[in-house]
């Protein structure tokens, strides 16, 4: 599995941007997929994911700002950002957890996209 992310860079607080992640190849629909963010000397923390049943989960600082959706026809997941903050500048990587035969659960991750919010 490959993931392509796009869509990050320079917004002013309070603009919206739209983040997208392309997967190659056939577990895309029963995958969960995530995206995290990782700001410079902070670990990379999870923002939201969307399970195969399109059940989300969202970091408490981006509920009711950020909306993760996906399109399976189109291997794509989306991550909305609204009403975005500073604190909101990181780097956004894209992250596909495959459940193999085995049970094992395989994590996939794409290159990130920066995200830069001025104040």
């Known amino acids: 599995v490959q993931l392509q992310a796009s869509g990050g860079g320079l917004v002013q607080a309070r603009g919206s941007l739209r983040l997208s992640c392309v997967a190659s190849g056939t577990v895309f629909s029963r995958s969960v997929m995530g995206w995290y963010r990782q700001s410079p000397g902070k670990q990379r923390d999870l923002v939201a994911q969307i399970a195969s049943d399109d059940k989300t989960n969202y970091a408490d600082s981006v509920k009711g700002r950020f909306t993760i959706s996906r399109d399976n026809a189109k291997n794509t997941v989306y991550l909305q950002m609204n009403s975005l903050k500073p604190e909101d500048t990181a780097v956004y990587y894209c992250?596909?957890?495959?459940?193999?035969?085995?049970?094992?659960?395989?994590?996939?991750w794409g290159q990130g996209t920066l995200v830069t919010v001025s104040s």
């Open positions: 992250r596909a957890a495959v459940r193999m035969l085995s049970g094992y659960v395989q994590p996939y």
